[in-house]
């Protein structure tokens, strides 16, 4: 016997006006809201890797060093407080790790950053800041003697 009403196989796609907007078909796997999702294992191991490549060659910058620092502090000021001292104590070793976590992320992005530049055969671009001491961008004069220019 077969059921009177059968499953819906699509979700009612539309507004109180009447307009439907399809999905595109061009989107990887149709109705299913992934766009551009790979069909096959391979290809999603090539998306990933292209990605990855993306965010290794992007230069470092503060506010990526300030986000990580600050989600570190907090961090020590929770284990801080949970272990038994004062919060106000917490506080402010937390604030001292903000400190010092910033300036020291932000060199060893930079100098991760820059030794992947290396390997791969490119040069460095230097980002906002961290021109300091290269024969690259403003004035610098390393390697060269004052007649030169």
Same mark, same amino acid.
Do not use: C, D, W, Y
């Given at each position: 016997?077969? *059921?009177?009403? @059968?499953?819906? *196989? /699509?979700?009612? /796609?539309?507004?109180?006006?009447?307009t439907v907007q399809r999905p595109?078909?061009?989107r990887g796997r149709g109705a299913s809201g992934r766009a551009g999702a790979p069909r096959d294992k391979a290809a999603a191991r090539e998306t990933a890797r292209r990605r990855?490549?993306? /965010?290794?060659d992007r230069p470092p910058t503060w506010r990526s060093?300030?986000?990580? &620092?600050? =989600? &570190? @502090? #907090?961090?020590?000021?929770?284990v801080?407080?949970?272990?038994?001292?004062?919060?106000?104590? &917490? =506080?402010? =070793?937390? #604030?001292i790790a903000l400190v010092v976590y #910033?300036?020291?992320g932000y060199a060893f992005d930079t100098f991760v950053y820059r030794l992947r530049q290396r390997r791969?055969? +490119?040069?460095?671009?230097?980002? @906002?800041?961290?021109?300091? +001491?290269?024969?690259?961008g403003h004035g610098g004069r390393r390697g060269r003697s004052r007649g030169e220019g």
């Open positions: 016997m077969t *059921r009177t009403k @059968a499953k819906r *196989r /699509r979700k009612h /796609r539309g507004t109180q006006a009447g595109l078909e061009t990855r490549t993306e /965010r290794m060093s300030a986000i990580r &620092a600050g =989600l &570190a @502090a #907090v961090f020590v000021a929770v801080l407080i949970v272990i038994g001292n004062p919060p106000a104590q &917490a =506080l402010l =070793l937390a #604030v #910033v300036p020291l791969k055969g +490119g040069r460095a671009k230097p980002s @906002a800041g961290a021109g300091k +001491g290269s024969s690259e």
